[in-house]
């Protein structure tokens, strides 16, 4: 089954599986000390490498790997890029279990050598409050610190999105837009930090690469934000980019027409944009429901209640995700339960 993701995690698969713009990215977090060792405009996405079946829907355009500067033979650091709306306090047990799945898989199709890859995670975040960052160690009960080190650590690179300001790096415009539409998300501020979005947007070429990142933008737009904030998010669009506004009818129409995937459509049925909204609830909680039940079999009544009580469409959204990715039912439930209690 593929999985349904999240408007989040469609854009960023959108933007991070482009080369270039995985390139800006680690060109722009990782210190000098490791992008000296690599050649990174010569990245490469492993969608069907190495990849075990049960995660090749989430993985598609999310690992990657860059090669070894100086070496004599193929070595090559893997980047595992994740994304992360909300703070999930197991999160490090869940990139340790992607970094172990990968490498398990690494060792059997490899015919020579006898060592596994580094693998570095790449954060990019944009919870509310910003992100909470935890690594392993302080998942574990330790009588003292010299039990330290008996449990395994690694750390990630991080770019949270509500403390960091793009304007301060060298990103290049999609991951700009990108990065300033999670920046200002939460804050009251959105509508204004939508100029500097399409500042970013309209300056991306050549033209067909313009269109398609601006489409991708709009329908985000379009599924995350309030029906009463659509006219002014075209009005900003339009005004920013009238030097290409022969594109906007265009768009505009296409987006009337059909819609994104939780039922945002324009003009006409605007007024029913809270109806289907709960509607789209609703059916979230049932698939979430069938999911688990089509994986463990049996879902006890107290998860289904806690299930029901959800009423943020992302997070049922996440928790579907999640869904495919536990090996047990009581790994789900700790995620159900922190989900629940933020």
């Known amino acids: 089954m593929e999985i349904i993701r999240s408007p989040h995690d469609k854009l960023f698969g959108r933007v991070l599986s482009v080369k270039k713009n995985a390139v800006s990215l680690l060109r722009n977090i990782l210190p000098e000390s490791l992008q000296k060792h690599l050649m990174i405009e010569d990245i490469f996405f492993e969608k069907d490498s190495f990849i075990p079946n049960n995660l090749k829907n989430y993985y598609s355009d999310l690992l990657a790997s860059v090669p070894v500067i100086d070496k004599d033979y193929d070595v090559r650091v893997y980047f595992l890029f994740e994304h992360k709306s909300t703070n999930f306090s197991n999160t490090p047990l869940q990139l340790l279990r992607y970094m172990l799945e990968i490498w398990d898989q690494f060792g059997k199709i490899q015919k020579t050598g006898d060592k596994l890859p580094v693998i570095i995670p790449v954060m990019i975040t944009h ?32 770019y949270d999105s509500v403390k960091e300001d793009p304007e301060r790096y060298e990103f290049n415009e999609q991951l700009k837009a990108l990065l300033t539409i999670w920046r200002y998300s939460h804050s009251n501020e959105f509508m204004d930090c939508l100029v500097k979005v399409f500042e970013s947007i309209k300056k991306i070429q050549p033209e067909s690469e313009f269109m398609d990142f601006l489409v ?66 609703e059916n979230a909680r049932e698939m979430l429901i069938k999911a688990l039940k089509l994986k463990f079999d049996f879902v006890k009544p107290h998860v289904v209640d806690r299930i029901k009580s959800v009423q943020s469409l992302e997070v049922l959204e996440n928790l579907f995700e999640l869904s495919f990715k536990c090996s047990t039912m009581e790994d789900f439930t700790k995620y159900l339960n922190q989900a629940t209690e933020d």
């Open 216 to 281: 991708t933008v709009m329908h985000y737009l379009y599924s995350i934000r309030g029906e009463e904030e659509y006219i002014e998010i075209e009005k900003i669009a339009e005004k920013e980019l009238s030097e290409r506004g022969k594109y906007m009818g265009t768009i505009a129409e296409m987006l009337e027409r059909r819609g994104e995937e939780r039922g945002i459509i324009i003009g006409e049925q605007r007024g029913e944009q809270r109806g289907e909204q709960r509607g789209k609830v």
């Open 127 to 158: 919870p509310r409050s910003g992100w909470k960052g935890r690594k392993l160690v302080h998942l574990v009960e330790l009588p003292s610190d010299e039990f330290k080190a008996y449990v395994p650590d690694f750390d990630y690179r991080l």
